[in-house]
């Protein structure tokens, strides 16, 4: 089994809790690029976004991506974005990526009372989550090694069928 575990997909897909769990569950350190990146910077992502802009995170973000991915064994909960650079899509090539998929029905019930998001801040958040999905699905489908859809599944089934895919 592969030590090194990607976890990609959209915002509100899942990532962060289902890399933590997973991360248990494989008794493998679990590091999440974006509080990493919050506890770095002592800020937030949003604050990040309007202090500095989008491309200053993605930096950051590619940055931290470096650094956690040359350990030995992780499980990484990605950004939403993070595969947009050709840079972190080849990082991914060192591991197994997990491509958490999510309906944008299921999406929107699950961020659209969140305010930590900056992409989605003050917007029509079901035409930004359409737009973002258009841009990067293509992209998760491209880099991914397996896709589970988690638009209906509880965490535990999430996690058991990561972890039969993984064997």
């Known amino acids: 089994m592969n030590k090194k575990i990607f976890l990609i997909g959209s915002m509100g897909s899942g990532k962060s809790t ?17 509080t990493m990146i919050e506890k770095q910077q002592e800020t937030t992502i949003s604050e990040i976004f309007q202090t500095y ?22 499980v990484i909960s990605t950004g939403g974005g993070t595969v947009l650079r ?15 998929s999510i309906s944008l029905d299921a999406q929107y019930h699950r961020i659209k009372n969140r305010t930590h998001r900056p992409l989605v801040a003050n917007k029509d958040i079901k035409t930004t989550i359409k737009n973002l999905d258009d841009i990067r699905g293509k992209i998760y489908q491209k880099v991914s090694n397996i896709e589970v859809d988690v638009s209906n599944l509880d965490k535990e089934d999430v996690i058991s069928n990561i972890i039969n895919k993984l064997h």
């Open 53 to 74: 802009n989008e491309e200053y995170f993605r930096d950051l973000e590619s940055k931290a991506l470096a650094k956690y991915s040359m350990l030995e064994k992780f």
């Open 86 to 100: 050709e840079e972190n899509q080849k990082i991914f090539k060192i591991g197994f990526v997990v491509y958490l």
């Open 18 to 34: 289902i890399g933590r769990l997973l991360a248990k569950k494989l008794n493998l350190p679990h590091y999440d690029l974006d």
